[in-house]
């Protein structure tokens, strides 16, 4: 057998033949396409076709044959005049693929970076979120990059200019870390103190950055009895990423910090994806002596944009417009679905359906 009869012979052999025949012979072949598949194939064997043909023949022998199923004999049947059942929803036929070209690679980068320096000026859902704290708790549910940070320095602040201490958690050491650093550039190192598993640094600060952990043990600890000036003056206590409250294993740390939290100190609950903060909130009503506030906002400040970096190197935007066409399944670029197909041609073995 030739190589060329060799190679439309492998080419007609589902895929997980040529994996199988692969092995011992091509380094890692499992990463590798149907068609790349057969040339390295080919190229390992070019001294020995015989012995590539032979392993081949005594695979494909070992392929067991469908049986023929004889069709089933459709029954016949009275049809029925019943009225459909209530409350069916209509069937919503597929939103046609939009013919318009998909938006250019140079139009897709555009405006990326860092923008000119402005002004700043709080959004409303920061200045409400800051007044809210003047009385009461708040839960803080708003996108990635809309400024909760903003919120939590400010909100430290003016606990601070009123003489109480405040207490910043969140559910990493290594954050803790960073926000010690960005703290630290903001009010002063000697402002500023740091509490977790492996670092103590300016213990008696009036801002305290540790992991929510700690937290929970200085309120054990003042639950036994054990006086602790720094929650005897506590003011704010910032629980940073608190969607851990639904984690199977740390959200007890959270639930328990949130109910021995001194009354006198207002708790600020920051979260990017919190699913129900209404419930939050009510739960914080429940059991804390004041209503607790939620502030939403769900406009993102820095919209998201969809790519990917196809295997050849090629970055290409997923959909047709620059931002996310949420609720368009129709919208995907067309150089994305042609790579996808190409992925698919390359690898699914011949005979199975292709989207």
């Not at 081949?56 to 392929?63: C, K, N, Q």
């Not at 002596?289 to 944009?305: D, E, N, Y």
Request: charged content about 20%; hydrophobic content about 35%; some cysteine.
């Amino acid at each position: 057998m030739t190589s060329n009869e060799l190679e439309q012979l492998l080419a007609q052999q589902p895929i997980a033949v040529l994996h199988k025949l692969a092995r011992g012979r091509v380094h890692r072949h499992f990463r590798a396409g149907k068609r790349r598949l057969i040339e390295l194939l080919l190229q390992h064997s070019s001294q020995n076709l015989a012995g590539l043909e032979s392993d081949l023949h005594a695979l494909m022998s070992e392929r067991p044959t469908q049986p023929q199923i004889a069709p089933t004999p459709a029954r016949q049947t009275v049809p029925r005049h019943t009225a459909p059942p209530p409350n069916r929803r209509p069937h919503r036929a597929h939103e046609p693929e939009s013919t318009e070209p998909g938006v250019s690679l140079a139009a897709w980068l555009e405006g990326l970076g860092v923008p000119s320096p402005q002004p700043f000026v709080p959004d409303p859902w920061q200045e409400e979120a800051l007044a809210g704290l003047a009385e009461t708790d708040v839960v803080v549910s708003v996108p990635t990059g809309s400024g909760k940070t903003y919120v939590a320095v400010e909100a430290a602040r003016r606990a601070m200019d009123e003489n109480r201490t405040v207490i910043y958690t969140s559910p990493l050491k290594a954050l803790s870390n960073t926000k010690f650093t960005e703290f630290s550039k903001i009010f002063g190192s000697d402002r500023v103190g740091i509490l977790t598993g492996d670092r103590q640094d300016n213990s008696q600060a009036p801002i305290l950055i540790m992991t929510t952990e700690i937290l929970r043990n200085l309120l054990y600890d003042a639950a036994s009895g054990e006086i602790d000036v720094r929650l005897d003056t506590l003011g704010l206590v910032i629980l940073d990423e608190s969607q851990y409250l639904a984690d199977p294993e740390r959200g007890v740390v959270w639930e328990e910090t949130i109910i021995f939290c001194p009354s006198q100190a207002k708790l600020l609950l920051l979260s990017a994806s919190i699913g129900n903060p209404q419930d939050i909130a009510d739960w914080l009503t429940s059991i804390r002596p004041s209503p607790c506030r939620l502030v939403r906002h769900s406009k993102r400040t820095v919209p998201l944009r969809a790519g990917f970096l196809h295997p050849n190197g090629k970055l290409t935007p997923l959909f047709r417009t620059a931002g996310i066409p949420y609720g368009h399944p129709g919208q995907l670029h067309p150089e994305a679905k042609r790579l996808f197909l190409q992925y698919e041609e390359d690898t699914l073995p011949s005979g199975r359906p292709r989207r």
